[in-house]
Nanobody, 112 residues
């Protein structure tokens, strides 16, 4: 069955960086676009960005453009979210998504 396992979250100070990973299995990863979402406390889950199956095309929500980068390694069936210059408003649980399948999420907290 489909499995998506996120990792790499944690506590970071404003201006810091984190790299999230999502290990995928149970489907043809190299043929699939992948997405990252996040959900802050008391807020709806929101789109962060996505990446095409080849990794050539990416899209981001406006608030993370220039700070976040999505990449992938098809040989490892993994997708990554590199986050730089983190802000308190980036605090959320981050999820990777394939079609209608979600991972369990990883918590990112940006606080001094």
């Amino acid at each position: 069955q489909v499995q998506l396992v996120e990792s790499g979250g944690g506590l970071v100070q404003p201006g810091g960086s984190l790299r999230l990973s999502c290990a995928a299995s149970g489907f043809s990863f190299s043929l699939s676009s992948m997405s990252w979402y996040r959900q802050a406390p008391g807020k709806q889950r929101e789109f962060v960005g996505d990446i095409s199956h080849s990794g050539e095309i990416t899209h981001y929500r406006e608030s993370v453009k220039g700070r976040f980068t999505i990449s992938r390694d098809n040989a490892k069936s993994s997708v990554y979210l590199q986050m730089r210059d983190l802000k308190p408003e980036d605090t959320a649980v981050y999820f990777c998504k394939w079609r209608t399948s979600w991972g369990q999420g990883t918590q990112v907290t940006v606080s001094s």
